[in-house]
């Protein structure tokens, strides 16, 4: 998938919570907080599959809107709710 389809697909999903894959392997799972043309902020929700405090060692990095991850980094999406409950 493009880096503008994850946009759109980010975009359509704010405030939802997701698990994003990267292409490096690492799991983001939280809360989509922001979207840019560039980057996705998350904010982190803690237990399965998180980071819990955040990638960059607090929890509300960015000014609250969570850590960035680049658009061109992402390799898969889903929204959490179709794959758990919280």
Known sequence: MSQTNYY???SQHMGKKAR???HDGKVHTGTI???TR???WIRPSG???GFGYGF???Y???YGYGYPIALGAI???ALASALFLW
């Open 47 to 49: 237990g399965f599959g």
């Open 20 to 22: 994003i894959t990267c």
């Open 8 to 10: 759109r697909l980010c």
């Open 60 to 62: 509300g990095y960015g």
């Open 75 to 77: 390799a898969g999406f």
């Open 56 to 58: 960059f060692g607090g």
């Open 33 to 35: 907080t922001r979207v």
């Open 38 to 40: 560039s980057h996705v």
